[in-house]
């Protein structure tokens, strides 16, 4: 399952990427299709985020990884670093289910 | 300087944070349950960071091969655009290296691309260098984590199970151009939280990213910030 997985992402994405490379897009892309493919990969990511923040493990979230959330948010709109926010919300995470009782 | 000189002079920053993401993957995937042989498969053939993250969130959740493909399409779909502005670019060029060059493109190397041929230049090979520069290190970088990867012990207590959470947030945090793709991320991650809870999982992420974006057609034209 996970290699079929793997050989299907990996010919959907050369696809993607080799189609206008290769024979080129008929005439100009209408705004509106380029806004939502613009808007698209992060609003996927977002989604992949969403629930691991909200319902981790199928619950709702006790607090720690809400927190961390917010704190990446705000080092990442701060700083402009990504590894930087990363660390900061892992060590966060961290913190907080040490010191909140499981 | 010759065009891949420049290629590497202008473009090692960006090069330095591709190695640290994909480090963190190798580590991530491999603490994830992943073999050593499907972590580096996916570095070398699938080749695009937040869609790899993607694919070890959704393996970990059990989630059926068509999902997973569909979510990678769907991350991946922004290169149609990309590689459609590269393509005057390549007019002279023959079909076979505009098929290895579509291989390589990444945002990184587009960004780097288009900012070399707005200067007025048309060499591709800085194009071609970079991107060649980052397949290697992406694909070397996955394989240090997942050497390392088993060394760090017990993820949970570490946080480590949130690191890709935490890359996924500051991806889309570092993105945010206008008010409206911050509305869109809340929007996505929301309705995925909701789908999620109520059973939904399956489907969740393909149908809230696919659905959240269709709001920029409803806001107002904003010049980006």
Redesign the interface.
Known sequence: ??????????I???V???????V??PGA?PR?V??????????????????????PD?A?TRGP?LA??VA??AI??WR?N??L??LA???????L?LVLPG | MSPQRAALAEGWPVLVSVVLVAIPFGIVARQSGLTPAEIMAMSVFVFAGAAQFAMVRLFVAGTVWPIVVATVFLINLRHLLMAAALRPHFAGVSAARRMAAAFVLTDEAFAMAIGWFRRGRRELRYYASFAVALYVLWVAATAIGVLVGPSIGEPRRFGIDFAITATFIAIVALGVRRRSDAVVALVAALAAAALTSLGASVVAVVTAGAVAPLLVLLARDEPAA
């Open positions: 399952m996970i290699w079929v997985a793997i050989a299907g992402s990996a959907v994405t050369y993607v990427r080799a189609f206008a490379l290769r080129g897009l892309v509106g380029a806004r939502y493919l613009d808007a698209l990969p992060a609003a996927i990511i977002a989604a992949l985020a969403g629930p691991a923040v909200l319902v199928g709702l990884e961390a959330a990446v948010v990442v709109a402009r990504l590894l926010g990363v919300g892992v060590a966060i995470v961290a913190l289910r």
